[in-house]
Nanobody, 123 residues
Framework: QVQLVESGGGLVQVGGTLRLSCAAS??????MAWFRQAPGKEREFVGN????????YYTDSVKGRFPISKDNAKDTVYLQMNSLKPEDTAVYYC??????????????????WGQGTQVTVSS
């Protein structure tokens, strides 16, 4: 059974840090990504990682603040969230696809999703 299990969300002050984890089980994925959804807004792409190459791609609003990394031994991908801002408040979702995609920012290319974890940045 394929599962993506997220952890690491919480409440943090402006400028603080959090690290989200997404543990994958059940199969190997080609691309893993993070999305977020704030109240009243559409789900938004945050960044992705190509599992085999380690290459990453980010949306402009998080570039340089939210690096994505992986641990091959644990089949886990991480979203390190630095210099957090109130506008980063959202439910963060991990997503994965077993196929190589040229459109990693599109949510519909992902076959599997985690349950979501809340991140709240207070000012």
């Amino acid at each position: 059974q394929v599962q993506l299990v997220e952890s690491g969300g919480g409440l943090v002050q402006v400028g603080g840090t959090l690290r989200l984890s997404c543990a994958a089980s059940g199969r190997t994925f080609s691309t893993m990504a993070w999305f977020r959804q704030a109240p009243g807004k559409e789900r938004e792409f945050v960044g992705n990682l190509c599992w085999h190459s380690g290459g990453t791609y980010y949306t402009d609003s998080v570039k340089g603040r939210f690096p994505i990394s992986k641990d091959n031994a644990k089949d886990t991908v991480y979203l390190q969230m630095n210099s957090l801002k109130p506008e980063d408040t959202a439910v963060y979702y991990c997503a994965a696809t077993k196929t190589t995609t040229q459109f990693p920012a599109r949510s519909r290319v992902y076959d599997y999703w985690g349950q979501g974890t809340q991140v709240t940045v207070s000012s």
